[in-house]
């Protein structure tokens, strides 16, 4: 089973920027959709970003539209980025990443595996 392994939070004033890095234990390139949620205090998880197997195509929650950009490494086979900009104070939580071997689901009670998360705290 894939593990997860985020970084890159830390706290920051709102509309600052941060990027958030995701390695995984094992290639995702080809062989993962892949998927980042968050989730706030007293919140249940949440579905931010993710993208197909093939990488072809991204997805986006409505609150990351416009603000949030996923990538995938073009040289590290096993890592994913989320570029956060124009942070907002409503952003802050713990954000995880997380994969799938056929799809991007928006339910995280349809993944298995997750990252210990990375705190996003987001000061107004």
């Known amino acids: 089973q894939a593990q997860f392994l985020e970084s890159g939070g830390d706290l920051v004033q709102a509309g600052g920027s941060l990027r958030l890095s995701c390695v995984a234990s094992?290639?995702?390139?080809?062989?993962?959709?892949m998927a980042w949620f968050r989730q706030a205090p007293g919140s249940d998880r949440e579905f931010v970003a993710g993208v197909s197997r093939d990488g072809s195509t991204t997805f986006y929650a409505d609150s990351a539209k416009g603000r949030f950009t996923l990538s995938r490494d073009s040289t590290h086979f096993n890592t994913m980025y989320l570029q956060m900009n124009n942070l907002k104070p409503e952003d802050t939580a713990v954000y995880y990443c997380?994969?799938?071997?056929?799809?991007?689901?928006?339910?995280?009670?349809?993944?298995?595996?997750w990252g210990p998360g990375t705190q996003v705290a987001v000061s107004s």
């Open positions: 094992v290639r995702i390139t080809g062989n993962y959709a």
């Open positions: 997380t994969a799938d071997r056929y799809d991007v689901k928006r339910d995280p009670s349809e993944y298995t595996s």
